[in-house]
């Protein structure tokens, strides 16, 4: 995990823009590249003058939405059986995905929204979208605002890592540590625009007359 934790952040260092895109479009799919490895030395790059601050955040959100929307269309085209068939080779059980869907007919394009913030579910959301069938556009409009939040808090934790740590831009480890035990901050951020959506759902909720 070491080794990879180097090349990726390798990729980050050296491939600036192109390198957050192709991670994070790694990051949505199936394959578990941790976003705290790619957003956090990106703001260390823009915090030094190397990249663009807002640059890093629609980098990150786009590459986010690629690989989103990747996985939704082979989802859609390959179907349930077929993940269920072949997921266990890319660490996708069924009950991982039985999860995924209860979430998605329980919360609807919210619960895409809200998936683009929590760890796990963030990079299986886009598989039962696809397998429903769920609007394609509407999948994309909280895919994209879901992510551009998640980008912009690890964007400004970084910023604020660099400032307290500037050495850390050539230790990946000790980053991904630092964003850990900067988690409970997320973690509480995430809890509240969860409790004000649900209010909103209960507010919209139609009583009987």
């Not at 939405?65 to 993940?83: E, N, T």
């Not at 609007?135 to 964007?155: D, E, K, M, P, R």
């Amino acid at each position: 995990m070491h080794h990879l934790l180097e090349i990726w952040f390798g990729w980050v260092l050296n491939g600036g823009y192109l390198g957050i895109i192709a991670l994070m479009a790694m990051e949505s799919s199936i394959i578990p590249v941790p976003s705290e490895i790619v957003i956090p030395p990106a703001a260390f790059l823009a915090a030094r003058g190397d990249l663009s601050f807002a640059g890093v955040i629609l980098a990150g959100t786009f590459g986010s939405w690629l690989g989103a929307a990747i996985s939704y269309w082979v989802s859609l085209w390959v179907g349930r059986a077929v993940i269920l068939r072949f997921g266990k080779f890319f660490f996708i059980s069924g009950e991982k995905l039985d999860r995924a869907e209860i979430w998605l007919a329980r919360y609807e394009a919210g619960g895409v929204f809200f998936a683009r913030l929590l760890p796990i579910i963030r990079h299986l959301i886009s598989i039962p979208a696809g397998v429903v069938r769920m609007n394609f556009w509407v999948f994309s409009l909280v895919t994209v605002a879901g992510s551009a939040l998640w980008c912009g808090v690890l964007a400004y934790l970084g910023a604020r890592a660099y400032r307290a740590q500037p050495d850390l831009i050539n230790n990946p480890d000790g980053l991904v540590h630092l964003m850990k035990t900067q988690s409970h901050w997320i973690i509480l951020f995430v809890a509240v625009l969860a409790v004000l959506y649900l209010l909103v759902l209960r507010l919209s909720v139609k009583r009987p007359s």
